[in-house]
């Protein structure tokens, strides 16, 4: 299952490659990959298929929660379709609070002990999913689990922010998956899949010798 994902992804180019011209990320720095999980709302098919299997997912491996989190802004389209598959009441919670009104940084209804899962489109390092799980944990709410389409899967975890408070990412796919892809389907020379296993070992160390 996590390797049909990752031909979805790679398809619908969620998973983009340069390996010539690299991508500048947001932090200013080079990539030879972007992840681009938001574009997959705009896919039916593939976005109805990956749903799916995030319900199965949950089913499987037996995750219990009284309601589902979606984080602003790219986790609450996927928290919503999520919600209506499976009948349970959702949220979505700010990065910061809207500062006017009542201040809120969580929307919706809920009382305090229940447990929620926290929806997320990726997870790199986890880190940005901290300001979630805090946020949600000071309002009651009980939550020791996330669930991502994809993650990074290439951080220690256990040494993370995140980490330490005690919860466990979920995803349906990984690097892993989508570089097993690019070698059965001989999407790229072996010359530029090793080029991006060298980047997702070290980045730092890639970026002096390619950028």
């Known amino acids: 299952m996590s390797e049909i994902v990752a031909e979805k992804l790679i398809d619908i180019e969620s998973v983009q490659f340069s390996f010539n011209k690299h991508f500048t990320l947001t932090s200013g720095l080079k990539s030879p990959v972007y992840v681009d999980c938001r574009k997959i709302i705009s896919f039916i098919d593939e976005r109805d298929f990956i749903m799916n299997e995030a319900v199965e997912y949950f089913k499987k491996n037996n995750l219990n929660f009284d309601l589902v989190a979606g984080g602003e802004t790219a986790g609450i389209p996927y928290a919503a379709i999520i919600s209506e598959k499976i009948k349970k009441p959702m949220l979505y919670v700010r990065k910061k609070s809207k500062g006017f009104g009542k201040n809120q940084q969580i929307e919706g209804s809920f009382k305090e002990e229940q447990r929620a899962i926290l929806i997320e489109d990726l997870a790199t390092d986890g880190g940005s999913k901290v300001i979630f799980v805090e946020a949600m944990r ?58 991006l296993k060298e980047f997702l070992s070290n980045p730092d160390e890639w970026r002096e010798k390619n950028v």
């Open 138 to 195: 000071e309002a009651g709410l009980a939550v020791k689990d996330i669930f991502v389409i994809f993650y990074y899967d290439i951080f220690n975890f256990e040494s993370s922010v995140l980490g330490k408070l005690n919860v466990k990412i979920h995803s349906l796919c990984t690097w892993k998956d989508i570089i097993s892809v690019m070698e059965k389907r001989n999407l790229f020379s072996q010359n530029d899949i090793d080029n």
